[in-house]
Structure formats: structure tokens, C-alpha cells
């Protein structure tokens, strides 16, 4: 077995938190929100490191093969594997594809999302060197980001015991459903809880044989559909009537919740999740006035705003704790700590037409 890990990258999302420069046809994975790069190209030069990784398998849809294929180049970096999705099946089915796509049955497999931001790679990195003996073990292990604030928007993970043999690691007690404020300050102030991230490492093998113990007609599924898959380069089209026969779920219900060995090493290495517009004010750089502005943007007597200008000039004059973001003939305004209500919007306009 080798040291080697091979990158497994979930690209296929298509949320609309970010709206309105997050779209379905371009969703924010594949956006310059935070610098120069795409989140899904950070995330692909998070894995560069060629004494730690292989080259990585990316999952994805089929409508955005062009964009991904476009910034892969972009980035100089070629794929082991393209793996097109032909519809949506949540991610227990995605990296049950991406599994079976390894070349090796024992392939060590770091799942990550693609839509992700962390800032201090190197303490990410030093986390999953760390996990690599409880991988190759065959424990299913999750990185739990140290939380710094109550959260209700994201999941956690309690531990549980120290890992006989693992300094930093724990058996994972359980998986908490996104909680109340009051649940999250409860969790906070206790201790041994952790947000959930959705970053994963384990063996190709190990997770199939979980799969195939919890949730066997995935798993029948996923291998009817590689068996069936078109093969074009490095593009992978696995056959749609059997990926779509496989049920829909994610990989904390499907297999993290119901698996007898899952492991949590606590990690804090500047992660966000770029969940929504204030989340992304929280990670950037703020001018004297404390506004974080992208694009032609003018601001007097303005503070604490968000400011995101694509396509289009954005003057302001005396506002304070607003979001403002306009994107092509799109203009969103409302005021901070309400971006979750993005989708409320969304929703309406989806009504509407």
C-alpha cells in the first residue's frame, strides 16, 4: 500500500446561496470569489503536493464538463479521472464512483468539497498526514473543524475516545443535525464537538465495503454504471438509466453515521464553506471603513458593507451593514446577517417564472 493519497474532488453542486453570481449554469465552485482562482481550482492546488498525492479524480456534472475541464487547464494540472455525473444523486453515489475508478482497491481517497475555502493548507495537510495510519487501518476518517462561534447553519461531530495508538484522533461519538442557537452554544461551551466540513479519508475498498453493508443498491447501482460507463480520455460518463436506479443520499446518512469505525481528527486550518454572502464577508479583507468590496465600486461616509460589482459600476453614499451585489442585469440588496434569505429570493423568482 502506498503513502500516496488520490484526491477526490466533488464538483457538481449547483447552489444558489451566492446568487445572483452563483447560477446553475455557473455555480460558485467555478467563481473568483476569493482572488484570482476558482474555489475549485484552490481546491485542486491544495493536492500539488506530490510526495502526499496522486492525481486527482474529480466528480462532477455533466452540464459544467466544459467549465471544469476549461480551469483544469487553467491550472496545469490533469485529472487521473473526469467522472461526468448524468444526474444528480447526492454524494454517498458520487464517491462510490470515484472508488471504483481508483486503480488500486486499497487507494487511499481524500473527499473533499469543491466549493470550500481553507487558508492555512499546511496545517490542513499536516491534519491528513496525520489520519493516514487510521485510513490504511480501514477507519472512515472526518475532519472536524474546530468551531470558533455557535453555528446553526452546519452539522458536528462529538468524539468520542482517544484511538489507542493516535495522538490527535478520536473515534467519533456522533453526528449532530444542524442545532438550534441554543444547542450550538450548549455544544460550544462543552467542548469535543466539531463542524462537520464534509472532508473525508479513507480506503477505496474500506468505503465500498461500508456502502455495500448499509445501503447495497447503491452500491449495485454505482458498479452497474461504471461498468456501463463511456470512456473518452480522461472523461468518464458512467450509464445513466443505472446511476439513476442508485437511491439518493449523502455519505454522513448513507455510510459516517451507520459505520462502526469513524474517526475524527479536530483540524482549524481557516476553513468556510462560502455558504452564503456574509460568510464570505467574514473570510475577506476589509478596507479602513470595514467594507469588503470586489469590482468597479465607488463608497463615501460607507461602512461595514458588502460590496460585489460584476458587469456593472456600484456608487454608494451613507449605508452601513448592507450587502449589495449585482451581476450582469441582476442587482441584490439586503442587509447583512440576512444572506440566508438568499434562497427565499431565489425561490420566488423560480415561482414567478
Known sequence: MTDLITPVILSGGSGTRLWPVSTDERPKQFLNLNGPLSMFQLTLERCLEPKLFNPPIIVGSTKHAALAEKQLEETGITAAAHILEPCARNTAPAIALAALACENPQDLMLVMPSDHIIKNVSAFQKAVRQSLPLAKARWLVTFGITPNKPETGYGYIQQGDNIVGSVDSFAAKRFVEKPNMENAEKMLAEGGHYWNAGIFLFRADTFLSVLGEQ????????????????????????????????????????????????AVTPVDPGWSDVGSWDSLYEISSADDQSNVVTGTVTMIESS??????????ISTYGIENLIIVASQNKVMVMPRSESQNVRKIVMEKNKDN
Open 304 to 313: 461595514n458593507n458588502l460590496v460585489h460589482a460584476d458587469g456593472m459600476e
Open 215 to 262: 445501503a447495497p443498491e447503491m452500491l449495485e447501482a454505482a458498479q452497474k454504471a461504471m461498468d456501463g460507463a463511456h470512456r473518452d480520455g480522461t472523461q468518464v460518463k458512467p450509464d445513466e438509466p443505472s446511476f439513476a436506479s442508485a437511491p439518493s443520499d449523502s455519505i454522513d446518512y448513507a455510510v459516517m453515521e451507520k459505520a462502526e469505525k469513524v
